[in-house]
């Protein structure tokens, strides 16, 4: 079902994407995923710049984090890390072992 609806995406896409650039009007397209890999050559094309866009460094993070959520003290920050469960399966992480394989770190 998810492959589909991911077909069905990338089709609608390059449809709409077909004509675009071919007259003087400037067109700006923005895109952005988080799976670059599952990504198919006919959509790469479409696309004359790329820009990779790294996650955030720890400060960042923390920041992001300071701006973003009220204050908690620590102990109340373990207490609630102590019951988080893994949110990625071993498949997602096998993904991003070849996917760092193919292309490096930075992608």
Not at 3 to 17: D, F, H, P, W
Not at 27 to 51: E, G, S
Not at 60 to 85: E, G
Not at 86 to 99: A, I, N, Q, W, Y
Request: net charge positive.
């Amino acid at each position: 079902m998810r492959v589909k609806a991911s077909r069905r995406i990338k089709t609608e896409l390059l449809v709409q994407m077909q004509g675009v650039g071919h007259n003087d009007d400037k067109v700006l397209v923005l895109a952005a995923t988080n799976t670059p890999y599952a990504l198919d050559q006919a959509i790469w094309r479409q696309f004359d710049k790329r820009i990779y866009i790294p996650l955030p460094d720890v400060k960042a993070r923390q920041h992001m984090f300071k701006i973003t959520l009220p204050p908690i003290a620590k102990t109340d920050f373990d207490k609630v890390l102590a019951r988080q469960r893994p949110t990625v399966s071993k498949g997602d992480l096998g993904v991003h072992e070849r996917f760092t394989k193919e292309f490096g770190e930075e992608g």
